[in-house]
C-alpha cells in the first residue's frame, strides 16, 4: 500500500490579479443582466 505524497505547489492556489477576476466577471456579468433585464421585460408585457 503506498502512501499518498503532499506536493507544496499543487495544494497552493496560484495568485491572480484583481483585474484579470474583474474582467472575467464583468465577461459574465454583463451579458447575464441584459438577458435578466430582456426577460423581465417581456413578462411584463404579459401582465399588461
Do not use: E, N, R, Y
Not at 502512501?3 to 484583481?18: E, M, R
Request: hydrophobic share 50%; aromatic share 10%.
Amino acid at each position: 500500500m503506498s502512501t499518498p505524497t503532499s506536493s507544496s505547489t499543487a495544494a497552493t492556489p496560484t495568485p491572480s490579479s484583481g483585474g484579470s477576476a474583474v474582467l472575467a466577471w464583468l465577461f459574465v456579468g454583463i451579458p447575464l443582466l441584459w438577458g435578466v433585464s430582456q426577460t423581465f421585460i417581456k413578462a411584463l408585457a404579459l401582465f399588461q
